[in-house]
């Protein structure tokens, strides 16, 4: 009986795992907000692997003296709802989901926020808009 138990619970898993496929595999950059201007905006990217790991990382170069950061974390298995990015280098913590083209900038459950910084910079008269990036190779 705990074999038939065991294996009901392994076949459910691969099953529930199996139905939340990865929209692409590699890395990808990507600039959801404007930085402040002078302090090297960081370089934002991600990198999906083939086992559905996600991480998350930053490169920022001071402009002033030329100092690198950079930090890497693992943000877990892909969850196309939404995934909590922490990076402890700054305590930086947000929210994004993505797909295959596009990330977004969420709150916790998901939705997409929507904000001034978002705005593209060559339209100042916008205001308000989705916090999304394109990724990029």
């Known amino acids: 009986m705990k074999n038939i138990f065991t294996t009901f619970i392994l076949f459910f ?36 692997k083939k086992n559905g790991n996600v991480h998350f990382g930053f490169l920022q170069i001071n402009q002033a003296d030329g100092k690198e950061t950079k930090e890497e974390m693992n943000a877990g298995k892909y969850n196309p709802k939404v995934m909590k990015v922490h990076f402890k280098t700054y305590n930086e913590t947000f929210y994004v989901k993505f797909n295959k083209e596009k990330i ?34």
Not at 18 to 34: L, S, V, W, Y
Not at 39 to 47: A, F, I, K, M
Not at 122 to 135: F, K, R, T, V
């Open 13 to 48: 898993g691969v099953i529930c795992f199996a139905q939340t496929t990865i929209p692409f595999t590699g890395k990808r950059d990507f600039n959801i907000e404007d930085g402040a201007s002078g302090s090297g905006t960081p370089s934002y990217y991600l990198d999906v």
């Open 104 to 137: 977004y900038l969420t709150d916790e459950k998901g939705n997409i926020k929507k904000s001034d910084d978002c705005c593209p910079v060559s339209d100042m008269a916008e205001m308000n808009c989705p916090c999304e990036s394109i990724l990029y190779k």
